[in-house]
T-cell receptor, first 115, second 114 residues
Framework: DVKVTQSSRYLVKRTGEKVFLECVQD?????MFWYRQDPGLGLRLIYF???????EKGDIPEGYSVSREKKERFSLILESASTNQTSMYLC??????????????FGPGTRLTVL | AQTVTQSQPEMSVQEAETVTLSCTYD???????LFWYKQPPSRQMILVIR??????QNATENRFSVNFQKAAKSFSLKISDSQLGDAAMYFC???????????FGAGTRLFVKA
């Protein structure tokens, strides 16, 4: 079974702090994704990566950056946390099928609260 | 741009009964994937079922089946013999040949009554 793990289930940070969220997958997937999940809005894509050191902006990249130095690890960085970044963050991975992405496998999520 | 709409924020069903969750989408593509994902409370999101648009036959997975109406751009999920463990948030999702993005609906929260 694919396993996607995230470094923390719950995180509380203060406004202005730099925050690191880490994601690791064990199935050699090429694609990795960071989403933000808010009630009534579904999942919104922050950034994705289709290869080591490659990254692309998603729909809401402002205030975030990412790093992918190894294939299995994809990090999300909040450069200066703000209260409007309080949310659930989901990491996912996938391999290409007929399309560039297929079924996604999700981590358990990190619920981040910024005070 | 592609969009996915789930018009039912919440649904409830009696244990052992059948429930149908609705999803509509908008696209100009002819070849794409559609997915239903399940997110149980405090647990990881998992794939429930997947449909390839070029396949006319509706996908089924045990008690879960879809009604895929390509012309109407409709993709509903039917859960038969509902169980307490089916209680979750369900997301409809779409992806195509255009790139890496998967578009998710806002979700439907399903409650199962004992």
């Amino acid at each position: 079974d694919v396993k996607v793990t995230q470094s923390s289930r719950y995180l509380v940070k203060r406004t202005g702090e730099k925050v690191f969220l880490e994601c690791v997958q064990d199935m050699d997937h090429e694609n990795m994704f960071w989403y933000r999940q808010d009630p009534g809005l579904g999942l919104r894509l922050i950034y994705f990566s289709y290869d080591v050191k490659m990254k692309e902006k998603g729909d809401i990249p402002e205030g975030y950056s990412v790093s992918r130095e190894k294939k299995e690890r994809f990090s999300l960085i909040l450069e200066s946390a703000s209260t409007n970044q309080t949310s659930m963050y989901l990491c996912a991975s996938s391999s290409p099928g007929r399309f560039r992405t297929d079924t996604q496998y999700f981590g358990p999520g990190t619920r981040l609260t910024v005070l | 741009a592609q969009t996915v709409t789930q018009s039912q924020p919440e649904m409830s069903v009696q244990e052992a009964e059948t429930v149908t969750l609705s999803c509509t989408y908008d696209t100009s593509e002819s070849d794409y994937y559609l997915f239903w994902y399940k997110q149980p409370p405090s647990r990881q999101m998992i794939l429930v079922i997947r449909q390839e648009a070029y396949k006319q036959q509706n996908a089924t997975e045990n008690r879960f089946s879809v009604n895929f109406q390509k012309a109407a751009k409709s993709f509903s999920l039917k859960i038969s013999d509902s169980q307490l463990g089916d209680a979750a948030m369900y997301f409809c999702a779409y992806s195509d040949t255009g790139g890496f993005k998967t578009i998710f609906g806002a979700g439907t929260r399903l409650f199962v009554k004992a």
